[in-house]
């Protein structure tokens, strides 16, 4: 991780974005208003519950969401390599458009949920990760294989050489994870977008997988979007953390700040479900109870309201929350805070 020497302009800055899907008789709030920034080499860790919105949010990064989703809002991109994209609004780019694939793929790369699925079975690996180089770095095929086969290399595939010519079926899911990271990373973007990138993976895969990627990081001062439900990997790969619970980030803050004061009863609830070493085996793990309730024909009130053990009668349920800064870096969406502030005399 990094230090606050480090965190400075923001590389990506999204600001109030909002993804609707009608739908037959109604509309899909999935994304309500959400914000938050990626800075230079650091990584921002987007967790919440399955359902929340966060594969929408980081897949309108790319604008590879279903024709569908109307968005709205804004994700301002400030490159550093490429003059034509020092500051631009992603949203304002047609998603087929010259300027948005000279972003995708090149300045800002995804490895997608599934490598069992993400990679086509009718090519092999050193053609799919060639695909990219030749589009966005190099139009000689003899180049565009060397670099393959480096970063194929780098990502801890041995015996390159055979497994280029080798099809997706021939390798175990941690090796077809490589090769996602391979794939994206072969053209050095500035920002990596990670969705879910240890899904269906062994303890001991995960683990590698998230030690290459943070020495990847380091070698290319690279930044990461690590979009992910396992808190352990946020505590382990995250400068700063973004908690999101149907469509909205409700706390934001330092990863070391979330864990050691979180202030949301929903981040709360999150973290003391995590299993914890050395503690009592007989202890059943605490649940959340409920489900993330469908973002239709919301009222104004939490979204964690029915779910919520420290709910307000009368406040929580009657208005929509405002986000409270409780320090210069950490903000939380939720009324006790605003009721503490009262007691202490701030507000």
Do not use: W
């Not at 899907?21 to 921002?44: M, N, S, Y």
């Not at 994209?85 to 304002?92: G, M, P, R, Y």
């Not at 001991?204 to 396992?230: G, N, P, R, Y």
Request: with cysteine.
């Amino acid at each position: 991780m990094n230090t606050k020497e480090d965190f400075g302009t923001p590389l990506l800055s999204v600001e109030d974005l909002r993804i609707s899907i009608q739908q037959d008789d109604h509309v899909l709030h999935a994304v309500d208003g959400v914000e938050f920034q990626i800075k230079k080499g650091t990584t921002l860790g987007l967790v919440g519950e399955s359902g929340c919105g966060k594969s929408l949010t980081s897949r309108s990064i790319m604008q590879l969401n279903p024709k569908e989703c109307e968005t709205q809002g804004q994700i301002v991109y400030r490159s550093e390599k490429d003059k034509g994209l020092q500051h631009v609004n992603i949203l304002d780019l047609k998603p087929t458009g010259k300027m948005m694939r000279s972003v995708r793929g090149k300045r800002i790369s995804m490895i997608f949920q599934e490598p069992m699925t993400a990679l086509s079975p009718l090519y092999t690996i050193g053609n799919q990760i060639m695909e990219n180089i030749l589009i966005h770095r190099t139009k000689n095929k003899k180049e565009a294989k060397q670099i393959a086969l480096d970063m194929l290399n780098k990502v801890g595939i041995s015996n390159e050489e055979k497994r280029f010519n080798q099809y997706p079926h021939e390798f175990s899911g941690g090796m077809r994870q490589r090769v996602m990271i391979a794939m994206a990373l072969s053209c050095n973007p500035e920002l990596l977008i990670a969705d879910e990138p240890t899904t269906a993976l062994d303890v001991t895969i995960q683990a590698q997988v998230m030690e290459l990627m943070k020495d990847l990081q380091k070698d290319l001062e690279m930044s990461i979007l690590l979009v992910t439900h396992d808190l352990g990997i946020i505590a382990e790969m995250c400068d700063e953390v973004a908690v999101m619970y149907l469509g909205k980030i409700v706390e934001k803050a330092p990863v070391k700040e979330i864990f050691n004061n979180p202030k949301h009863p929903y981040t709360k609830g999150l973290i003391r479900s995590m299993p914890k070493l050395g503690g009592n085996k007989n202890r059943r793990l605490e649940s959340i109870e409920g489900t993330v309730p469908l973002a239709i024909n919301m009222s104004n009130q939490c979204g964690f309201y029915d779910r919520c053990t420290q709910r307000i009668e009368g406040e929580c349920d009657k208005q929509r929350v405002p986000n409270y800064q409780v320090n210069g870096e950490h903000s939380v969406r939720c009324f006790l805070y605003k009721n503490e502030m009262e007691e202490n005399g701030h507000v």
